[in-house]
């Protein structure tokens, strides 16, 4: 019987080839935390009493959910990230360096490789061929000592999508369908594998949209097979060296295929306060929005931003509406004042964030107030998330976001 992506992957970390729900130890070949995980992993390395780091290099340590911090207790914790990184010779990412999830696929990991991560989105990295997955950060710290892990080979699902988007359809709206239609527990503790001529058609950005978001069905990672578009994006990164053909045996085994016709696909829109309450933008246009926020691991990218600010040039946003715009990285945000995006985001009345996750968790730029709404390009709207438990998160792509903040509700058409 062949073998799954992620029992190729794993089967290449463990020394053996491996079987479903199988228990194996595996290499690890990069280990991330942020500064909301990082101090109790530090906290459980130092009790391990490891003496040194198992891979340095490759392991990174990121400040980006609260950045710059907004208050004394989550700067004593960065204190405590910077001093472990400079005692243990780790990589540290700091404020205003982007969020980890796009800095990783930006400088870090490869195909064929496994990331573990103290943090749920850390699944975003399988869009490069790697089995990435998000960890307790006790798991983490032994992955940081030790440089390996203990995993269970998981089953996977084979989501295949053929045909073409309609217009102003994104990878953002298939995601939505996809949890729509299995649950957010629907795919728990299996890989999900993409595939289909729509998804081989698709750019990386659009690739890493839907491996960001596979946890918000319940999946222990998202993967896609390897081609020319991820060697082209390595190699514009300074890693076409590292490029690794990686695809599925013909013979290999699902536990479950979902076949979806891509022309199907509406603008979606997520609604509170579970990431599976899907809706068509269009049927939501009686919804008031306080604040857009367009940005984060999920839809922060340049063809991200892109997209808005093809809706926003020569516009306003709408009065009552507060447009928070948050590149995913400096990369990011430099392309976009290169290419005059924040031009155009000012013009309508845009403001912005250092790089890094924003208003997304609710720490800190852009809580929102008792009976607020947000439509967000994140990734999870979970009662509570963005700061306030009496506010109502709805999740979107960065063109229904950018049509809604001109709008002023919910909308997939310009008024």
């Known amino acids: 019987m062949g073998q799954t992506l992620a029992q190729k992957i794993i089967s290449s ?3 053996k080839n491996v079987q479903f729900n199988e228990l194996v130890i595996a290499k690890v070949d990069v280990a991330a935390v942020q500064d909301g995980t990082g101090p109790l992993t530090i906290q459980e390395f130092k009790k391990l009493g490891c003496e040194k780091l198992a891979n340095p290099k490759r392991t990174i340590l990121f400040i980006d959910h609260a950045a710059p911090s907004p208050r ?17 010779g780790a990589v540290l990412s700091d404020i205003g360096e982007g969020v980890c999830h796009q800095r990783l696929v930006e400088s870090f990991v490869n195909p064929n490789e496994i990331l573990v991560g103290a943090d749920s989105h850390t699944c975003t990295s399988g869009a490069l061929g790697a089995f990435a997955t998000g960890m307790g950060s006790t798991d983490i710290a032994v992955a ?3 440089g390996k892990t203990w995993l269970r080979v998981p089953t996977s699902f084979k989501v295949v999508v053929n045909g073409k988007f309609r217009e102003n359809v994104t990878s953002k709206d298939l995601m939505l369908h996809l949890i729509g239609m299995i649950g957010a527990d629907g795919a728990t503790y299996r890989a999900l594998e993409f595939t289909g001529e729509t998804i081989k058609n698709m750019e990386m950005a659009e690739r890493f949209t839907l491996a ?6 319940g999946a222990k990672c998202g993967l896609f097979e ?3 578009k991820t060697k082209k ?15 599925t045996d013909d013979d290999a085994e699902y536990e479950r295929i979902i076949e979806i016709n891509a022309e199907d696909i509406v603008p979606n829109v997520s609604c509170p306060h579970t990431v599976d309450n899907v809706k068509p933008a269009s ?18 990218r340049i063809e991200d931003l892109r997209i808005a600010a093809s809706v926003l040039k020569g516009r306003k946003k709408a009065d009552n509406v507060r447009l928070i715009i948050v590149p995913a990285s400096p990369t990011v945000y430099k392309q976009a004042v290169k290419e005059g995006l924040l031009e155009i985001f000012i013009d309508a009345g845009a403001s912005f964030l250092p790089a890094g996750c924003g ?5 800190h730029g852009g809580i929102l107030g008792d009976n607020e709404v947000c439509l967000a390009t994140q990734n999870r709207n979970f009662q509570g998330r963005m700061g306030n438990t009496k506010g109502f998160i709805y999740l979107a792509s960065p063109y229904t976001a950018a049509v809604s903040a001109i709008n002023g509700y919910i909308s997939d058409k310009l008024a």
């Open 13 to 15: 970390h463990a020394g």
């Open 72 to 88: 004394k207790e989550l700067s004593n914790t960065h204190v405590t990230i910077r001093e472990f990184a400079k005692e243990y």
């Open 144 to 146: 940081f000592g030790l």
């Open 212 to 217: 960001n978001m596979a946890v918000e069905a």
């Open 226 to 228: 390897t081609d020319e």
């Open 233 to 247: 994006y390595l190699t514009e990164k300074g890693r076409g060296d590292k490029f690794t053909e990686l695809k």
């Open 283 to 300: 049927k939501l246009n009686d919804i008031k929005v306080n604040q857009v926020f367009i940005g984060t691991c999920t839809n922060g």
């Open 359 to 363: 208003p997304c968790v609710g720490v």
